[in-house]
């Protein structure tokens, strides 16, 4: 089973820019599609972006032209750039893979952005 680790998070000023990494245990084409999740306090987590194995890429609207996913296979890592960030982007952002219908997801990175 993959196991899944995420970094990159931290406190940024509206604006602000950061990156989000994901070290798997296997490559990122072992999962049938990987992907950012996010869950704010009091929400339901929420999909923000994902890749599929053949490199396919899905965003959430509220991130689309701001966040980019993207994998480096040789690394091992799904990564998450996160631009122009908003208040409203405050959340844990959990890595996600699955694999055959199973779900498996990291512990999660807490992401603050302030006004």
């Known amino acids: 089973q993959v196991q899944l680790v995420e970094s990159g998070g931290g406190l940024v000023q509206a604006g602000g820019s950061l990156r989000l990494s994901c070290a798997a245990s296997?490559?990122?084409?072992?999962?049938?599609?990987m992907g950012w999740y996010r869950q704010a306090p009091g929400k339901q987590r929420e999909l923000v972006a994902s890749?599929?194995?053949?490199?396919?890429?899905n965003y959430a609207d509220s991130v689309t032209g701001r966040f980019t996913i993207s994998r480096d296979n040789a690394k091992n890592t799904l990564y998450l750039q996160m631009n122009s960030l908003k208040p409203e982007d405050t959340a844990v952002y959990y890595c996600?893979?699955?694999?055959?219908?199973?779900?498996?997801w990291g512990q999660g990175t807490q992401v603050t952005v302030s006004s």
């Open positions: 296997r490559s990122p084409i072992s999962c049938d599609a």
């Open positions: 996600h893979c699955v694999v055959l219908g199973h779900d498996r």
């Open positions: 890749m599929a194995r053949s490199g396919s890429t």
